[in-house]
């Protein structure tokens, strides 16, 4: 994985198996695709990423403050010390084996979103709208889980 440190690019520019860290990113002109890069503390010019799809990213200490997300696809994908106050995933994003971690999830609209393994850890969840989300459990972990069996 090649590094790429403190640049100015725009999200077009962005190329898999790279770690980009200090990085600030301008608006895209056309549909966000984006897998397998690590963005550290980055800034994102754009707070419109609509439609957009990301596949096995990894956000450290990046800021979404207020940006929406709208039908969007995240999988594989994490967020880690994050400030996604009033970030907004709903009406039909897909979040598909995701991770928030340690971030700031307040006020955000995960209304209308499907989720799949997704995990919420250590992160300020206060007022954030979950309504009319379609989640997909994994029973047996549960389960297991709660008659003492670990695999």
């Not at 010019?45 to 439609?51: A, I, K, L, V």
């Not at 598909?96 to 340690?102: E, L, Q």
């Not at 989640?135 to 047996?140: E, G, L």
Request: hydrophobic share 35%; proline share 1%; charged share 20%.
């Amino acid at each position: 994985m090649a590094t790429i440190q403190k640049q100015t690019l725009g999200l077009d520019d962005i190329e898999p198996d790279n770690e980009y860290i200090d990085c600030t990113f301008s608006v895209s002109n056309q549909s966000i695709q984006i897998s397998d890069v690590v963005f550290d503390h980055c800034n994102f010019e754009q707070s419109n990423f609509d439609q957009s799809d990301w596949n096995d990213v990894v956000f450290k200490g990046c800021n979404f403050l207020n940006a929406s997300f709208h039908q969007s696809y995240l999988s594989n994908s994490q967020f880690i010390g994050g400030q996604l106050m009033g970030a907004d995933f709903s009406l039909g994003t897909r979040l598909i084996n995701s991770r928030f971690t340690d971030s700031n999830l307040r006020y955000a609209n995960f209304s209308e979103t499907k989720m799949e393994n997704v995990q919420f850890n250590s992160s300020n969840l206060v007022e954030t709208s979950f309504q009319a989300v379609t989640f997909k459990v994994n029973y047996s972990a549960i389960n297991d889980r709660a008659s003492g069996n670990t695999k």
